[in-house]
């Protein structure tokens, strides 16, 4: 894994943060206020309580551990004893996990992406408001830009504001002690089957479960909440959890973030055309962000792959990202989505793919492929994965005789062990 840039206060051990050469890619219309606000403002992040899915956030069924339930009852039994309280039964327990994820949601905002660089119509028809699919865009960048570009120290350092419980956002940071910045790969359930539970509990995990109407689009999220979820969980004399309904009052917030630097490219909507450019470039010309093809523009716009033979007309690699659906969580469906990638990879032409699998211990498998324009990309195996949590295996093929070659790293040979 490349060092220095990844940092351990952004993971979810439930949820994978793809390889840094991933892409992602926002959707949204060709409208001037959203390309001002996206470049200007910073990520626009909607409140969870806003989203059209209306169980986002929520426990459906709650999964814990026996040592969560001992060690509320430890913390909570001095309470208790003053105050002559019980413990309260198992389904009550259950019922209290409930409410207490129906509290923390409204504590959370959340910028949502698209993993990979495939262009479902459904993506266009979701995102843009126009039937004929002109008048839209789409933001590429990669993981590791985008992890580069949230803040890593205040706007203002020792910033105190009494008549807030809450960090501004404008101040919110990597590693800040009274707010919480998340990211990674949305997981999706199908909640209808028995047996499938949610990660009670913890504040951030959950909301990055979706149900499985919406695993078309493969969602990178980033999740803020700018309350108090560094701090330590604290227990109600029943040994329940405390949770305190916060005075949000927003439907969404703008995130700053280095927006210019970690974009790479616009992508036009499938049936655009030079009036849908043009106004495109008109917009960034206002804001001073600079496009074109060569090293010192800031973006490039690029049309939709739609459009074109290969993705290797604009673009050096290519990148898929799988398993976010893996509803009966085998090795073969995350096997056949390898097959399937290296199969386009050969009607395509592209010279060399590396087949990437994933593991954590909770977080379960994903798999990603990469498929390069040379036959000698500069692009080192062990690049792949983040080797502090999560086991990695990485296979490069290609058409010349030196293919395939295999790496792991040491906690992917752990785990099969």
């Not at 992040?45 to 339930?69: A, M, Q, V, W």
């Not at 109407?213 to 029943?238: C, G, T, V």
């Not at 005789?401 to 040979?413: G, I, L």
Request: with cysteine.
């Amino acid at each position: 894994m490349a060092k220095g840039w990844m940092s351990g206060h952004l993971v979810s051990e439930y949820n994978h943060i793809p390889s840094g050469r991933m892409v992602i890619r926002r959707y949204q219309d060709l409208e001037e206020r959203y390309i001002k606000n996206y470049f200007e403002k910073g990520l626009y992040c909607n409140h969870l309580t806003n989203f059209d899915d209306k169980n986002e956030g929520l426990i459906g069924e709650p999964g814990y551990s026996g040592s969560l339930r001992g060690g509320l009852a430890a913390v909570s039994s001095r309470g208790r004893k003053r105050e002559g309280e019980e413990l309260v039964s198992d389904e009550r327990f259950e019922d209290s996990l409930r409410d207490f994820h129906r509290i923390v949601r409204h504590k959370h905002f959340a910028n949502c992406w698209r993993l990979g660089m495939d262009e479902p119509t459904e993506m266009w028809d979701e995102y843009i408001n126009d039937d004929e699919l002109k008048a839209g865009v789409a933001f590429e960048t990669t993981v590791r830009q985008f992890v580069r570009a949230i803040p890593r120290e205040p706007a203002i350092r020792n910033f105190q504001d009494s008549s807030k419980e809450e960090t501004p956002i404008w101040n919110v940071h990597i590693g800040a002690q009274g707010s919480d910045i998340r990211v990674g790969a949305v997981r999706y359930q199908d909640r209808e089957k028995e047996g499938i539970l949610q990660p009670a509990a913890y504040q951030a995990a959950v909301n990055f479960f979706k149900r499985k109407d919406y695993d078309y689009e493969k969602e990178f999220r980033l999740l803020i909440n700018s309350f108090d979820s560094a701090r330590m969980l604290q227990a109600n004399p029943d040994g329940t959890l405390v949770a305190e309904m916060p005075d949000v009052g927003e439907t969404h917030r703008f995130f700053p973030m280095a927006t210019v630097w970690m974009t790479n490219r616009i992508i036009l909507a499938p049936n655009a055309g030079e009036e849908q450019r043009d106004k495109l470039e008109r917009i960034l010309d206002d804001i001073g962000v600079t496009y074109g093809s060569d090293e010192d523009s800031d973006v490039e716009i690029v049309p939709s792959s739609s459009n074109l033979t290969s993705r290797s007309e604009t673009h050096d690699y290519d990148a898929v990202f799988a398993g976010q659906d893996n509803y009966q969580e085998t090795m073969e469906y995350l096997n056949n989505e390898h097959r399937k990638m290296l199969k386009q990879s050969q009607q395509e032409d592209w010279p060399v793919t590396d087949l990437v699998l994933l593991m954590m211990k909770r977080g379960g498998a994903v798999v990603e492929g990469y498929r390069y324009s040379t036959d000698k990309p500069d692009v080192d195996l062990s690049e792949y994965g983040h080797d502090e949590f999560q086991g990695v295996c990485v296979t490069r093929n290609g058409t010349s005789s030196n293919f395939p070659v295999e790496y792991k790293n040491d906690r992917m040979k752990e785990f099969e062990e």
